[in-house]
């Protein structure tokens, strides 16, 4: 069975331009998370999404960020503009529904100098 | 208080020790609870869900104490390859949480 995937694996862009970054689930499964994760602490709820609609975005700093997932499968994330605090490590995952176990994409990993 | 909180270690050990983790969580409503592993520059992998009457896996037990508020990973028999970090992560009503995570290091 094939994995989450992501891309780009890797992004280094000047503060205040655009960036985006998407994210293919695991086939079936309906719940879809964007997390940041930086050096050193644990990963942090961006954006989650049931089939195509949004369940939880309270962490979402959304004056910069933003996030779709207009047919219920693939996502995208987008930073714009970005900020030097926005280096970090942009993980989505992926379950079969709410509660259930997480599968992880192997992230992309954005410098923003 | 964070919601979720681990003793972030180092733990340091030697080959075939016994190390147990704990993960204390504020929200006495969360639903449920696992634990995952992440190795440096690497994506989190699912370790064990955490179920109310406990679980094994090998040399990994898991636990949960819904009156303390808390989960524990414990550890048989340590391998090099368990070296890692092991996130815990709380689940209230779709609100998924993770700590930061406990740095283990098992050494020759």
């Known amino acids: 069975e094939a994995g989450v995937a992501q891309s780009p694996r890797y992004k280094i862009i000047e503060k205040r331009q655009s960036v985006a970054f998407w994210c293919n689930p695991i086939?079936?499964?309906?719940?879809l998370y964007w997390y940041q994760q930086i050096l050193g602490q644990g990963p942090k709820l961006l954006i989650q999404f049931q089939n195509n609609g949004v369940v939880d975005d309270s962490q979402l700093p959304k004056d910069r960020f933003s996030a779709e997932r207009l047919k219920g499968v693939d996502s995208t994330l987008k930073i714009q503009p970005a900020k030097l605090e926005d280096s970090a490590v942009y993980l989505c995952a992926s379950s079969l529904q709410g509660l259930r176990e997480q599968y992880f994409g192997p992230g992309t990993r954005l410098t923003v100098t | 208080r964070k919601e979720v909180e681990q003793d972030p270690g180092p733990f340091n050990v030697p080959e075939g020790a016994t190390v147990a983790f704990n993960c204390t969580y504020s929200?006495?409503?969360?639903?449920?609870f696992f634990w995952y592993r992440q190795d440096c520059r690497k994506e989190p992998k699912l370790l064990m869900s955490?179920?109310?009457s406990g679980n094994e896996d090998g040399r990994f037990t898991a636990q949960l104490n819904r009156a303390s508020q808390y989960i524990s990973l414990l550890i048989r028999d340590s391998k090099l390859s368990d070296s890692a970090t092991y996130l815990c992560?709380?689940?209230?009503?779709?609100?998924?949480?993770f700590g930061a995570g406990t740095r283990l290091t098992v050494k020759p």
């Open positions: 086939s079936g499964h309906a719940t």
């Open positions: 992560v709380v689940n209230n009503n779709n609100d998924m949480r």
């Open positions: 929200n006495s409503a969360s639903q449920s």
């Open positions: 955490v179920y109310s």
